[in-house]
């Protein structure tokens, strides 16, 4: 068992000492920078709490879609290639089961990707 806080508290600890402390001394031609790094904080933040979940929803998911066997060491990164060719040539295009999965697909990467990178953009559009 790690001590706390963990890695993402800490984190959480670190962006807020940059925004409350650190961000109002700094010269005005820095503040940019310090947001970008308390974004990217935050980013980190939120893909710690995830977890690996989302990730493993998309591999079973496109393994289901691919029809990949599990005993193939392949990586999600292949998978995704093997997906975006797929895409490319129209292979699922029409109507029918795989274009379904793929759009179902497609919608929640999209959506945990942007509840990772931009969550307040998120609960905006809800």
Known sequence: ???RPNSAELLEIARARLFEELLPALPPEYKY???MVAAAMGIA???FE???????EERNSLKDLL???DSE???????NRQFAAGLRIGKYN???????????????VTLSKLGESNP???????
Do not use: V
């Not at 060491?73 to 998978?79: Q, W």
């Not at 307040?120 to 809800?126: I, Q």
């Open 73 to 79: 060491d392949i990586t999600l990164l292949d998978l």
């Open 120 to 126: 307040k953009y998120l609960a905006e559009t809800e």
């Open 45 to 47: 933040i939120r893909e």
């Open 94 to 108: 029409k109507s029918g089961p795989d274009h379904e999965i793929a759009l179902h697909l497609l919608r929640r």
């Open 67 to 69: 029809g990949t066997d």
């Open 33 to 35: 920078s310090a947001l």
């Open 50 to 56: 995830n977890s690996d979940e989302a990730e493993i």
């Open 1 to 3: 068992m790690r001590d």
